[in-house]
């Protein structure tokens, strides 16, 4: 498949000259850790948002695989919309917007991303059809490729078993969303994987402008690991009376410097995905300090996923 981005449609915008923080961390940004060639599974919105940031920052050629034609497109069309509106807001000039989309090969041929130097996986979380990928990587990849998983929660080790014969390669770089504009990234170690792998990632996303912290693979990481039981428990305090809603998110807010209260957040990241992660870390760890509050239970039930279902803490 050879979708290609017009960026010529773009408007044309003078040369501006003060770039945005972003754009001079691009033109800090040389040692990529000896990756030439960047390869992402999965063209959705974490996806897309690393093969935008590489391109941009890193400025690597990105090879785009993923198996649905139609996610291919629609992941074209907001390239092409964010591009025209970084330009359009100065960010950088259409010089750079060009140089981006031509860095980016959308692909639906799983071969094309065996010449990759630094492979990223960010297909749904689905323990199945990650190992199943990571098994293929391990034999079609090259012998010195680092294979990373974007995943939010599944083990790093189970998915490095899955890897046979490349299981020290394997890593996760777990980027956060949005990821143009969230600086953090998780670097986890499965039990199998080498220090010159965590090595290389971490300079490979310090070479896209991120800001790497070092955990190992326990339920739910590190940021996880503390912001999801947060949330849980502003949601026991909801459900148990001790505040309303909004008293909740305003102190959160504005008495301990929270960009937004935890329930409103727990509506932006989505009620169900917000279950899942507290399903994990409760599961695995067997500890009753991670149950799920039964309010976040039966809202996810209802289908009150927040944002995404236009009803959650908050009528979107
Ligand atoms: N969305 C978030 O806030 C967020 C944050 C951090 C991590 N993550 C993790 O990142 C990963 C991707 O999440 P997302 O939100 O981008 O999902 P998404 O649903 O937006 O995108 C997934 C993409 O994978 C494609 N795909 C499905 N099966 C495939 C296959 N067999 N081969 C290739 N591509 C395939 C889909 O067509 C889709 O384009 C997940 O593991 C998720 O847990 C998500």
Redesign the pocket.
Known sequence: MSTRIVTSRLPSVPRIPGLCRFFSAAARAQNTGGVKQLGV???????LGIAFVAALVSKVPVVL????EA?ISK?LGFLEKLLQKDVAKGKYTQAVADQVAKLIEPTMKFDSIFASDFIIE????IVS?KCE?FGKLAAGAKRDTILST???SISITKIAAAAKGAEDRVVST????PVPVQKGVEIISGLQTSRETVDRAIEFVKSMGKLPSVSTDNPGFIANRILIPYINEAIICLETGVGQKEDIDNIMRHGCAMPMGPLALADFIGLDTCLAIMNVLYTQTGDSKYRPAVLLQKMVAAGWLGVKSKKGFYDY
């Open positions: 599974l999965g063209a959705g919105q974490m996806g695989y993923d198996s649905s996610s992941s960010a297909v749904p979380e059809l990928i974007n995943t939010s777990h980027f956060m969303n």
